[in-house]
């Protein structure tokens, strides 16, 4: 690579972010990442960060041992390495500055990761998700909504996928005056259609209405979205920005819908706050737990003054609205903000998964990520920078999402499949440029990069360890009583979504999780189970016909082993280091005070145990994953 | 549970329903029967008539304890703070207040025994307009408010208010406490759960550095202490004389425990009486020097003392202070800074007014920090852990406050918490509880004023409360660790004020012993352990050494949302953690498995002679995860 000048580093020492902790070791740079590798011969333990994930690098002063390089990651790794000598740490500095951000597409690690499957498992990976039989699944076409081919070229919308659903009675005149009338032609169609009432969630972008502008065409398609369902003589247009900025936005010609030209609709703000202010906020969210030796007071109100945890829950109200009109009025809903491609995927994805229990399944999410987010025009290349762009496009608009998903499976733990592990996966992809699912900013665009012939599918990476994102205490019969989760949405019900923000940061782990205790007693279960059938197969081979009924109903539907996440303390599989890991369980916690944990006497007997000799309690959860396969 | 709200959270178990229409029902459910209201735990049978019957003769079904009496029978408007007045009937008895509506469905009941009342006062004169205005307001110490609005004519308030009055606080009034009157009877006789002599032979003690005296045997030489004392074997009870004469109230230093490898003791008592000229006592120096040199390993001896520094100085000028650099030359003295009792009093104030009737919303994570609840829970536990690494590591310390009967009673109970395995288990905690707060003098009467009307006395503080708290954080950091769960916690305060049972009642044990308290009163663990069941931790794993070190930081301490804000309708109040009970399923069903293993290996058993292939026993896979009660 033409940016690398200098490979290999030796003598780079690694800081522990809150504790005076440090480490020795040999920093290489590679295409793809950086990889420091600690010297200590026993347990040399590696950090992989990939170039895409690197945020921002900075270079503070020279000071006596060397020259500090610090590194803050999209996961939200902060790395700290200090130098020796200066011309090197310039050298890695610079060199990172152009391998994070390349100026193409074809220079992301998409292009050119290679996980060895063949071609044929590469399409298969990429048919796993299939639109068309979402649509199905809720109910449409049916009377009342049918598949437009209005899109087909992208001529009418070029953000839009090709494949929309609109009301029987919108013809193709309305939808092409409608989409004039919206910012970017994003006009109304089906999100969501709740079999149920037969209510549809609708998006669209904000009308160009300035400040009296009307459109017949436009008026005409959502009176065609009212009068497709009979449960309700009106429907809600719900304009997800804070009043204001709607205001502020029809000097610019665009605006919201005046309740006088619109027949039957009642019109209602939400308060989301824009990109800008989303990512301030998560700025300062950073800046305040990444303080040292932080004080309570500190904490809290740096917690409150980042907004951070306000604004996710302003996301998930406008989410439990938008579920309630629907499934007890029985109302149709449009929903937008903008351009209606951030906080409109955001409420009305977050409204399906409340009111859909297929949305809570490991597949299910990742349709409604698909449809949602990556099929309608989430800007995943400008939101996540995966080029070099605009700084201000930036913005963590669907970590939001995932945070709220998050806040939702503390909520109800037994009503999702998968577990938080999961969803920081999908974190750590939407960032890693590593799969081709979420590069671009639209249908278009992807097809264009044939993404599908050159680049993998995440979804296919992730199911291929489905066992490891697995919630094990989740409950399928929870969805047949709870079909519609209502959320506590009081300010003490949102917590700091601590594995996420902390993931690398070993001290801040919890020292002990019931989550381990569930999987272990699990595994052993299974374990029990097959002993058993091995002995009532030996029976029965001897002649002996015994049929001992365990009860079924009570067993367990899916498979996982014990997931190996950094939640549950262990590596991800592509190394195996649980060795290297407990050398690294006895570090000194921060504001905890507290030296490692030491047994005072071995008289403890090491019972004799049938599944792995794993202890049921381990002492502490420790463990930073290895992300980069 | 009775029969109507079973049904009521049927139908709101799952859901805090922000739309008005689900708020009512489920505020109903939860405001009437808190699911930790101490007083439903005995009343199953009184309450399973049906509702249909209690339309006809309203308060048939006022459950009542043995012993317990009616006093007076009432109508009254109960004004609920979520929703509104309520017309309904309250009774009177000699141990609680029993409200139930008539008009609401299902009916909603409030069941408050009178020794959580605070301060009853009058609102409203009988001229007073307006609607509601005139009743009674009632203050509890448990976090809530009672409102009851009465007719205006006829005086109808004054009758009411001085039987209330009169019952609530019978101290003030000549009458005996309700638990004196009670009639219970338990399978379990809680009050043989502490023996000292027993515990101390638990610890490995006396032996020849440590022995028991009875010096204290009639209170002689402190009246706060208990009899049995564990001193120094090389101190004579003429020396522990002169030293009582320098430390305040005579509390003397004496072991609370041992450590059973290293020998290091944690030793309690009060604040050494420095005075403003600086005092010295020969007697208390060589007695502390007797109290190091008795492990042979503590070079120097460590002094907690809890206070703030300032605070300690402040003590001089009342004869008090803290033991000096040159008079104690083998000691090094660490203040640990926690506040003292009205500090803590006013912080749960603020608590209270932030979350009762109404969580505060706009500004929740800053007015929570402004309360400091959190912080002092913080500096207490950051206290309690620094003396337990400290007696990890092998050596002595000396613990004390100002008379050591409130923060070092937190102290050392904590630190024995996190040191032995033992007080983790249920027996094990009530061990504790009466040793180190109840035998130790912690001064419940003062600090919680049983039956006593004056709610402003300064003595009044929630040092206990705070305790469990910290031992509810514990439990948080480490759900394996304990065997007790949360509901037991909650039991213990509820009990706290209660005033049904003798355990909390009275200031020492002098005073305890002349009101002949255990021959006269039921102890609460009798009832707990008569049915222990529903108190065990499905998560607990039996363990024999292991030193728990909770972390005492903002990021994993959180606040006690379900015992502090469980009177709010809208905190959901699952009846099982679906967690715990997922896991209580598949504890079942591993039980199943064994079953069927042991039945097919007995049918096997012939075989096994000359077969020697054969899986392990299922008694030996039993051992690594424990078995439910």
């Known amino acids: ?85 200066e011309r090197d740490c310039h050298d890695i500095y610079s060199s990172l500055l152009l391998l994070r951000r390349p100026a193409s597409y074809d220079d992301l690690y998409a292009f050119s990761y290679n996980p060895k499957q063949s071609e044929q498992q590469r399409a298969g990976g990429w048919q796993l998700i299939d639109l068309a039989s979402e649509y199905e699944r809720m109910g449409v076409p049916c009377d009342h909504w049918q598949l437009t081919d209005v899109n087909r070229n992208y001529k009418v919308c070029d953000t839009y996928p090709r494949d929309l659903f609109v009301p029987v009675s919108a013809s193709k005149p309305i939808i092409v005056g409608s989409s004039k009338f919206r910012s970017k032609g994003r006009f109304p169609v089906l999100s969501y259609f709740y079999q149920e009432k037969k209510a549809a969630v609708c998006r669209c972008s904000q009308p160009l209405s300035g400040f009296s502008a009307r459109c017949l065409e436009d008026e005409h398609m959502l009176q065609a979205i009212s009068k497709a369902n009979h449960n309700s003589r009106f429907m809600y247009v719900m304009d997800t920005r804070p009043k204001l900025n709607a205001l502020a936005n029809r000097a610019a010609g665009k605006g919201y819908e005046n309740e006088d030209n619109y027949s039957n609709i009642r019109f209602q703000f939400v308060g989301i706050e824009n990109i800008h202010v989303m990512r301030a906020s998560l700025q300062k969210l950073l800046e305040v737990i990444g303080t040292k030796s932080l004080s309570m007071t500190d904490y809290f109100s740096g917690l409150e003054s980042s907004g951070w945890l306000r604004h996710i829950k302003a996301v998930l109200d406008a989410a439990v609205i938008l579920a309630k009109a629907v499934t007890v009025e029985g109302a149709s809903v449009l929903v937008h903000c903008s351009d209606g491609w951030d906080r409109t995927a955001q409420v009305c994805s977050l409204g399906a998964l409340l009111m859909d229990p297929f949305y809570r399944t490991i597949k299910g999410l990742m349709v409604l990520i698909e449809k949602d987010w990556i099929s309608f025009g989430h800007k995943f290349a400008d939101r996540c920078d995966q080029l070099d762009g605009d700084p201000k496009e930036v913005s963590p608009v669907f970590t939001q999402f995932l945070e709220c998903v998050w806040q939702l499976t503390e909520q109800f733990p037994q009503a999702f499949q998968y577990n938080e592990w999961f969803l920081i996966q999908i974190h750590e992809h939407v960032h890693s440029c590593q799969f081709g699912n979420f590069l671009g900013n639209c249908q278009r665009e992807r097809e264009e990069l044939r993404l599908k012939d050159k680049t993998y599918s995440l979804w296919q990476f992730l199911l291929n360890d489905q066992e490891n994102y697995v919630n094990p205490v989740y409950q399928p019969g929870f969805s047949e009583t709870h079909p519609v989760l209502e959320p506590s949405t009081l300010p003490f019900s949102f917590k700091f979504w601590r594995n996420m923000y902390h993931q690398f940061d070993r001290s801040m782990h919890p020292r002990q999780s019931v989550l381990k205790q569930v999987l272990s007693l699990k595994a052993s279960n299974r374990d029990l189970e097959k002993a058993a059938r091995a002995l009532e197969a030996k029976l029965q081979k001897q002649g002996v016909f015994l049929s001992i009924a365990v009860d079924s109903k009570s067993k367990d539907p899916v498979h996982p082993v014990r997931p190996k996440s950094l939640i549950l303390s262990a590596p991800l599989n592509c190394k195996e280091d649980e060795q290297k890991l407990s050398v690294c369980d006895r570090v000194r916690t921060v504001e905890g005070s507290s030296s490692a944990e030491n047994g005072y006497n071995e008289e403890e007997e090491e019972p004799a145990s049938f599944t792995k000799p794993e202890p049921t309690l381990v002492s502490l959860e420790r463990g930073v994953a290895r992300m980069t396969c | 549970m009775n029969c109507g709200t079973i049904q009521s959270r049927a139908h709101c178990s799952c859901y805090t329903a922000p739309s008005q229409f689900h708020l009512k029902t489920q505020t109903m459910a939860s405001a009437s029967t808190p699911t930790y209201n101490s007083n439903n735990l005995e009343n199953n049978s009184s309450k399973n008539a049906s509702r249909e019957s209690l339309r006809m003769e309203p308060l048939a079904d006022v459950p009542q304890l043995p012993g317990e009496e009616r006093i007076t029978d009432k109508d009254i408007i109960y004004i609920c703070p979520f929703n509104g007045a309520v017309k309904g009937k309250v009774s009177i008895t000699n141990y609680r207040l029993f409200f139930k509506s008539f008009e609401v469905d299902p009916a909603m009941t409030l069941d408050v025994p009178l020794g959580v009342i605070s301060r009853i006062e009058k609102m409203g004169g009988a001229s007073s307009r307006g609607e509601n205005s005139y009743g009674l307001d009632i203050t509890c110490k448990d976090m809530r408010n009672l409102r009851f609005a009465l007719k205006q004519e006829g005086h109808s308030r004054r009758d009411i208010f001085e039987l209330l009055f009169r019952y609530a606080f019978p101290l003030s009034h000549s009458l005996q406490l309700f638990v004196f009157l009670s009639q219970e009877k338990f399978s379990e006789n809680g009050w043989n759960v502490y023996n000292a002599i027993l515990e101390y032979q638990r610890q490995g003690l006396p032996n020849n550095k440590w022995r028991i005296t009875f010096v204290n045997k009639q209170y002689e030489l402190c009246d706060t202490y208990p009899t049995i004392l564990m001193v120094p074997f090389k101190a004579t009870d003429e020396d522990l004389r002169k030293v009582s004469a320098f430390r305040s109230r005579n509390r003397i230093p004496v072991v609370s425990w041992i450590h059973p490898v290293n020998q290091a003791v944690i030793m309690r008592c009060s604040q050494p009486l420095v005075g403003m000229s600086g005092k010295r006592n020969k007697d208390d120096e060589r007695y502390l020097d007797t109290i190091r040199e008795a492990n042979g390993q503590t070079a120097k001896l460590t002094i907690y003392d809890a206070r703030p520094n300032v605070n300690a100085v402040a003590n001089k000028a009342t004869g008090g202070g803290y033991e000096g650099e040159d008079a104690y030359q083998n000691a090094e003295l660490v203040f640990l800074d926690i506040h003292n009792i009205h500090v803590m009093r006013e912080s749960l104030k603020k608590l ?56 070092t009673a937190q102290l050392t109970s904590l630190s024995m918490l996190m040191l032995d395995s033992y007080y983790r288990t249920m027996t094990g905690f009530q061990v504790l509880v009466q040793k180190e707060w109840i035998s130790f003098g912690h001064k419940f009467s003062s600090r919680i004023g049983h039956g006593d009307k004056n709610h402003a006395d300064a003595d009044r503080s929630p040092i206990f409360v705070q305790f469990i708290d910290c031992v509810w954080q514990m439990t948080k950091q480490f759900p394996t660790a304990f065997e007790f769960n949360e509901l037991f916690l909650m039991t213990i305060l509820d009990n706290l004020y209660s005033c049904r049972f003798g355990t909390f009642l009275y200031n020492c044990e002098s005073v305890r012993d002349n009101m002949e308290v255990k021959e006269k009163t039921v102890s609460l663990w009798s009832m707990i352990n008569s049915e222990n069941r529903k108190y065990i931790n499905p998560f607990y794993t039996k363990e024999s050494s292991r030193v728990l070190y909770p972390v005492a930081s903002m990021r994993h301490l959180e606040l006690w949302v379900s015992y502090y804000i469980r009177w709010n309708p809208r905190i959901r109040q699952q009846q099982q953690n679906p967690v715990e009970q997922r896991y209580m399923e598949m504890l079942a069903l591993r039980d199943q498995y064994l079953k069927k293993l042991e039945e097919l290996q007995i049918s096997d058993a012939p075989r096994i002679a000359n077969n020697s292939n054969s899986p392990a026993s299922p008694m030996q896979l039993v051992h690594h995860v424990q078995t439910p009660l």
Not at chain 1, 55 to 82: D, M, Q, W, Y
Not at chain 2, 375 to 380: A, D, P, Q, Y
Not at chain 2, 393 to 407: E, I, Q, T
Request: proline share 3%; hydrophobic share 40%; charged share 20%.
């Open chain 2, 352 to 407: 209270k007014d932030i979350v009762y009737p109404q969580v505060e919303e706009t500004h929740w994570l800053s007015s929570l920090e402004s309360t400091h609840w959190l912080e002092h829970i913080k500096l207490v536990l950051a206290g309690a852990i620094q003396v337990a690494d400290k007696l990890s590591a092998g050596n002595s310390v000396v613990v004390h406050c100002s008379d050591g009967w409130d923060r």
């Open chain 1, 1 to 85: 690579m033409e940016h690398i000048t200098t490979p290999k580093v030796e003598q780079v020492k690694l800081l522990d972010r809150f504790s005076s902790r440090a480490t020795a070791g040999t920093l290489y740079l590679t295409a793809t990442h950086l990889l420091f590798i600690e010297s200590n011969t026993a347990a040399s333990e590696e950090t992989w960060i990939l170039h895409h994930h690197i945020a921002v690098v900075e270079k503070l002063s020279l000071t006596t041992s060397g020259c500090p390089l610090v590194i803050h990651c999209r996961n939200f790794r902060v790395v700290h390495f200090v130098i020796p000598r």
